[in-house]
């Protein structure tokens, strides 16, 4: 699969996931609401205080868990095994989303930190598959190899366009920028010395 090819895979992925997250954050504000307006209600009670709420299902497997961890609010949905499926955390400085497959790896994190938002998707071991990163002077698009290592990188520096291919050590083998006296090209050999370049 070429480099285009699996951006665009990644790009459909993303506005899956989009609408996916949308939802379910949504559906766990709608319930939390609903639920907590309903306890109200129906006990007559005005304000409600505990360190967390634990919510069972009809065989008392706890399913989902609402409290403070880490210093901040932190919500956690749970399978029919008890293995947790989804957490989403807000801290001082960040605001993270996480959801995990049957081996409880987290295969999708997405976040709002302190330098910007940011998204990394992951295989079945949990190694990143590939992230999207976006802060005040760049966008970074990098797609990672088996062992999680960085080899294509996609990414908007100062307004300048850079595709960057690296080699299973890390070192970069081939660069591509588009700047202000037009595109240039750079490849280079095991020891990082250019080989060719263009223009």
């Known amino acids: 699969m070429s480099t285009d090819e699996r951006i665009e895979k990644i790009e459909r992925q993303l506005v899956r996931m989009r609408w996916f997250n949308r939802c379910l954050i949504i559906c766990i504000f709608l319930s939390l609401v609903i639920g ?3 306890l109200l209600v129906r006990s007559s009670v ?10 069972e299902d009809e065989n008392g497997k706890q399913r989902a868990l609402f409290g403070v961890r880490l210093g901040g609010p932190c919500l956690v949905l749970m399978d029919e095994y008890g293995k947790p499926n989804a957490h989403l955390v807000a801290l001082k400085d960040s605001c993270t ?7 409880n790896e987290a295969c999708i994190v997405m976040g709002v930190y302190k330098h910007g938002p940011s998204l990394t998707l992951a295989d079945e071991n949990g190694k990143p598959s590939a992230s ?10 990098s797609l990672h190899g088996e ?9 908007v520096f100062e307004n300048k366009p850079n595709l960057s291919l690296t080699d299973e ?15 240039y090209l750079m490849l280079s050999d095991e020891n990082c010395v250019p080989v060719w370049t263009a223009p």
Do not use: C, Q
């Open 36 to 38: 907590l307006t309903f």
């Open 46 to 55: 005005k304000e409600i205080r505990a360190n967390s709420f634990i919510i």
């Open 97 to 103: 989303l996480s959801l995990s497959d049957d081996n």
């Open 132 to 141: 999207l990163s976006v802060n005040k002077d760049n966008s970074v698009l």
């Open 147 to 155: 062992n999680g290592e960085t080899r294509a990188g996609l990414a």
């Open 169 to 183: 050590n890390g070192k970069e083998r081939a660069g591509m920028n588009v700047g202000k006296i037009g595109p």
